[in-house]
């Protein structure tokens, strides 16, 4: 980490990243409870204990002012329906927003705030997502063959809580159905709801 001002290359070929400081790995066995097929997640966690997504980071200090950035990289795939996709988090500072800018493949954001407002955006490359302040938000990949790569920032004091969302999940789930990608409700927010 420096305090100096600095450059890094993303390169979308052979995928390289020049230069980051924390490399975050989430196998299956990380996202246990996450997926709604959790007899799916238990027959695939069984055969072998697959990446689903990485973070390549730049570490700064968590304070405002800083900007914390890196690239994310969800794996295609599917566990039953749903396909792969992040944990999801809202900011622990809820009033902080982050900035998405999708560099391949194709995508959707799911997002919802406390009060139950949800949103999909569709992430395909050189677009950019804004997430505002105080929305949840989980980057899923919709396609079967290929990385979803997104660029993030997000400012440095805006901590991360991820208890909210393993409890129920997003009121949204992304399945994969005949062929392409649906928008659902879930089954354990609608417990709830009901
Ligand atoms: C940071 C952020 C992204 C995600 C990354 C992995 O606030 O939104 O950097 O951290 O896409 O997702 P999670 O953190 O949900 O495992
Ligand atoms: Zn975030």
């Known amino acids: 980490m420096s305090n100096k001002p600095y450059t890094y ?7 390289n990243i020049s230069h980051y400081d924390h490399h975050l790995i989430r196998r299956l066995s990380a996202m246990e409870g996450q997926f709604l097929d959790q007899s799916a997640h238990e027959v695939l966690s069984d055969e072998e204990d697959q990446i689903i997504y990485e973070v390549y980071q730049h570490r700064h200090p968590e304070v405002p002012g800083e900007l914390l950035h890196g690239v994310s990289i969800i794996h295609p795939g599917v566990v039953g329906e749903e396909y792969f996709m992040t944990k999801g988090h809202f900011h622990a500072e809820l009033d902080t927003a982050e900035l998405y800018y999708c560099l391949q493949g194709e995508g959707m954001m799911v997002m919802e705030t406390p009060e139950g407002e ?17 929305w949840a938000h989980r980057s899923v990949n919709t396609s079967l063959t290929e990385d979803l790569i997104t660029l993030f920032v997000y400012t440095g004091h805006a901590g991360h809580d991820y208890r909210t969302i393993e409890q129920l999940g997003f009121r949204k789930l992304v399945l994969h159905r005949e062929g392409k990608p649906v928008i659902v409700d879930n089954p354990r927010q609608l417990q709830l709801d009901g």
């Open 9 to 15: 290359d993303v390169s979308l070929t052979e995928l």
């Open 118 to 134: 949800w949103a999909i955006e569709r992430l395909i490359p050189n677009r950019a997502l804004y997430v505002p302040p105080r």
